[in-house]
Each structure stands twice: as C-alpha cells, then as structure tokens.
C-alpha cells in the first residue's frame, strides 16, 4: 500500500493559487481556530517561507503533520529545528520534534478523522479508519510535535497542513 503514495505530492496549479489565498487570509487572522500560517526559514537561502497549515492538538500537544509528504516546508524544518505559527498580528516561535514512525499511527489517525474533507486525498486508507492501519504508511509522513519557545497555552482543536 505505502508503495502507491509519492514521497511528494506537488500542488497544481489551482492548489498553489488557493493556498496563496488562504495563506493571505490566514495570515490577516482570518479562518478556524485550527488554521495557521506556518513560516520556516530557507534551509540554503535563510529567506521565510510560509503556507497554511492546519494544527492538530492531542492531549494537550500540538502536532504539525504534512499530508503532501517530504515538501519543502518540512525538509527546512527539520534542517533549522523552528518553525513559526502566525495568524493576524499574533507569530509564535516553535521547537520541532520529529515523531518516530511507531509513535504516528494514532496521530495520523486523528488528523485525518478531524480534516477528512480537505486532506483524504492525500491518504490511502479513508478516514474512521483503525489506527493500526496507519502503521504501514506512517513513513510517508512526516510529522513534528511543536515545542513551544513564546507562546500561548493550546486550545484543544486541531490544524492541518493544506499543501
């Protein structure tokens, strides 16, 4: 099953003009509770990169998953260690932790149950789906719990990557 996903999934070009968009709106402090406008530096040119995210919040920790695979937001994440979370003339610094394989499945889980709508496409298997059957997939996405550096507390409600 894991074989018929890509490592990447690149936005066409609708994709790209929509999460332009609603990045701008996002960004402005419009949008669910869940959505963000997540800004990484540039892992060569050190410039901020952003696209809309959806958060997802599991027991009290926030969790940033990315349905589309390896992108580069997650390939600059992992190379500076801090992601920011903007949504109007609020911007918050994050550490990232990378989740090991074993520890996603339920993670995926409820992700995928919570945004169902905008990210299904992007999964194999369809949403209300058992938890253990994200263990054969969990590799193809990457995903970062969020620690916070200057923050407020998280509310429990979730955010997704839309890209």
């Known amino acids: 099953m894991a074989e018929a996903v890509p ?9 790209r003009v929509l999460n332009r968009l609603f990045g701008l709106l996002v960004g402005l402090g419009f949008g669910l509770s869940h959505n963000y406008l997540l800004q990484v530096r540039g892992r060569k040119t050190g410039r901020m990169y ?16 990315a349905p589309r695979g390896n992108t580069e937001w997650v390939r600059n ?37 919570q945004f169902r709508t905008t990210v ?31 923050v407020s507390p998280p509310r429990d409600e979730a955010v997704e990557p839309v890209r």
């Open 7 to 15: 490592s990447f999934r690149k936005p066409n070009c609708t994709e």
């Open 50 to 65: 952003s696209t809309p995210v959806n958060l997802i919040v599991v027991d009290g920790r926030r969790y940033l998953i």
């Open 77 to 113: 994440a992992k190379s500076g260690g801090e992601i920011w979370l903007k949504k109007g003339k609020s911007r918050d610094r994050f550490r990232v932790r990378e989740i090991r394989d074993e520890d996603k499945p339920r993670l995926l889980k409820s992700y995928l149950d």
């Open 120 to 150: 299904q496409q992007y999964f194999p298997v369809p949403a209300g789906s058992d938890a253990k059957t994200f263990s054969g997939i969990a590799s193809l996405y990457p995903l970062f719990e969020l620690e916070a550096v200057n």
